[in-house]
T-cell receptor, first 117, second 114 residues
Framework: DTGVSQDPRHKITKRGQNVTFRCDPISEHNRLYWYRQTLGQGPEFLTY????????KSRLLSDRFSAERPKGSFSTLEIQRTEQGDSAMYLC???????????????FGPGTRLTVL | GNSVTQMEGPVTLSEEAFLTINCTYT??????LFWYVQYPGEGLQLLLK?????DKGSNKGFEATYRKETTSFHLEKGSVQVSDSAVYFCALSDRKTSGSRLTFGEGTQLTVNP
């Protein structure tokens, strides 16, 4: 299967701990996105990369959140000092587009469900 | 800013019934419009898309037409099946004002009974 993969699928942690999630995009997709989805809501954009460059960050992405895509392939999303309000599904998507302003279709991974106790 | 409004759910239908899920949007540019579907325990899957006014997206018996005059992208299917039970999300991407990010509606839960 060459779809978007995410690891882990589920994470339970205690408040105050740090967590890191990984996303492997569809190979050769140059764009990678992170979204957050809470129960009963649609996904909300967090950040996106074109190759290794982080081009957009939402105001939802507080200082406790950091994302990287060091070699333009997989990406990690780290949350430091987790809070109960961070409990959500974290979705990764990837796409292939030419140029910064072109329209692309995003393909989503299965998500990582985070529960902060 | 950009926004997407979907009809409130949940929606419950009998098999072979006609389905409409309403979606309207607000955007300052010329967005592309999408419908994604999320089956229980799975990630979002692209169902169909339309990139300009009057385009019709279609897939698996589902259709939606990009109506600029009414800023709508309603999802329709002539005869639903039990396997169509899922959450449906309408979304837009407006590269002129919000780059590549997708803006989603809140989702509509569809349950199809045999």
């Amino acid at each position: 299967d060459t779809g978007v993969s995410q690891d882990p699928r589920h994470k339970i942690t205690k408040r105050g701990q740090n967590v890191t999630f990984r996303c492997d995009p569809i190979s050769e997709h140059n764009r990678l996105y992170w979204y957050r989805q809470t129960l009963g809501q649609g996904p909300e954009f967090l950040t996106y990369f074109q190759n290794e460059a982080q081009l957009e960050k939402s105001r939802l992405l507080s200082d406790r959140f950091s994302a990287e895509r060091p070699k333009g392939s997989f990406s990690t999303l780290e949350i430091q000092r987790t809070e109960q309000g961070d409990s959500a599904m974290y979705l990764c998507a990837s796409s292939s587009a030419d140029g910064r302003n072109s329209t692309d279709t995003q393909y989503f991974g299965p998500g990582t469900r985070l529960t902060v106790l | 800013g950009n926004s997407v409004t979907q009809m409130e759910g949940p929606v419950t239908l009998s098999e072979e019934a006609f389905l409409t899920i309403n979606c309207t949007y607000t955007a300052t540019g010329y967005p592309s419009l999408f419908w994604y579907v999320q089956y229980p325990g799975e990630g979002l899957q692209l169902l169909l898309k339309a990139t300009k006014a009057d385009d019709k997206g279609s897939n698996k018996g589902f259709e939606a037409t990009y109506r600029k005059e009414t800023t709508s992208f309603h999802l329709e299917k002539g005869s639903v099946q039990v396997s169509d039970s899922a959450v449906y999300f309408c979304a837009l991407s407006d590269r002129k004002t919000s780059g590549s990010r997708l803006t989603f509606g809140e989702g509509t839960q569809l349950t199809v009974n045999p």
